[in-house]
């Protein structure tokens, strides 16, 4: 059983920034994707980003695109959440999640292991 660990979540102010970092428990996720969902109250999870086992594809939420930036260290399951430019509605709880497949799809079927979720909150 591989177990992930979110940090990094926390309050801030709408336009700071956050960095979410996840680790796993074996380094079993050197050859698979990963990715960051999050679930706000009363909605589902969605994906919001996800990267390839090399880091060459990194698909992402529209709405983040061009505010958030996935990364992992190379060889490792480490993965991280660059999150600039927080809106209110990126308020929710953000799961890692380790794919079952060398890439990152952007539905929660094809992710194996996850972790236990860190809150994120942003105030207007």
């Known amino acids: 059983q591989v177990q992930l660990t979110e940090s990094g979540g926390g309050l801030v102010q709408a336009g700071n920034s956050l960095r979410l970092s996840c680790t796993a428990s074996r380094r079993t996720a050197s050859n698979n994707g990963m990715a960051w969902f999050r679930q706000a109250p009363g909605r589902e999870r969605e994906f919001v980003a996800g990267i390839s086992w090399n880091g060459g594809i990194t698909p992402y939420l529209q709405s983040v695109k061009d505010r958030f930036t996935i990364s992992r260290e190379y060889g490792k399951s480490t993965a991280f959440l660059q999150m600039n430019h927080l809106k209110p509605e990126d308020t929710g709880t953000y799961y890692c999640?380790?794919?079952?497949?060398?890439?990152?799809?952007?539905?929660?079927?094809?992710?194996?292991?996850w972790g236990q979720g860190t809150q994120v909150t942003v105030s207007s």
């Open positions: 999640a380790i794919s079952r497949t060398a890439v990152a799809g952007t539905t929660r079927d094809t992710y194996q292991y």
